[in-house]
């Protein structure tokens, strides 16, 4: 079991930070939230930053967060904006324990079934383009199901590519 496993194991709490947008900086961020803000100056703050994240994620931001969820977007300050955009960046959480079975799923997203050839797994929209295991988006609700379907994927194309 890996270091961190065995320190949850013994009742002791992790404390660890998420980049929001990892994909911003803060300055890039700081841009887009003000885009945002410009675009909805009489909004409540909760009905605008709807459009930063997933919508079961706002009552958390606005719970933990500098700005009150009902803030007018023109009153928000820049040292309420600017500390914002650093909770976005270095989102807090508590790692408490592990999660048991009926909580372990496998990653989301991939490419969607609906456009790959079910026998050949090639790509409906690309012709000569060939899925299998991990990039498709399946659900499941451990990784052991998903490995299964990885592996007889990986056995059916090779198999094809072999007698092409």
Same mark, same amino acid.
């Given at each position: 079991m890996p270091k961190i496993?065995?320190?949850l194991q013994k009742g002791e709490e992790l404390n660890a930070f998420l980049d929001l947008k990892p994909a911003l900086s803060h300055e890039q961020l700081d841009d887009r939230i003000l885009r945002e803000f410009s675009a909805a100056q009489n909004k409540q703050f909760k009905n605008v #930053?709807?459009?930063l994240f997933p919508s079961s994620l706002t009552p958390v931001i606005i719970g933990i967060g500098p700005i009150s969820g009902d803030?007018? #977007?023109h009153d928000?300050?820049?040292e309420s904006r600017l500390a914002?955009?650093?909770l976005v960046k270095a989102f807090p959480f508590t790692i408490t324990g592990l999660g048991g079975f009926s909580e372990a799923v496998i990653?989301?997203?991939g490419v969607s079934v609906k456009d790959i050839q079910p026998g050949s797994m090639e790509s409906k929209l690309i012709k000569n383009l060939y899925f299998i295991g991990?990039?498709?988006d399946l659900d499941a609700v451990t990784g052991r199901i998903q490995s299964s379907d990885c592996m007889?994927?990986?056995i059916s194309r090779s198999n094809r590519c072999m007698s092409e």
């Open positions: 496993g065995k320190f #930053i709807g459009v803030k007018i #977007i928000i300050s820049r914002f955009g650093s990653t989301r997203g991990e990039v498709l007889v994927n990986r």
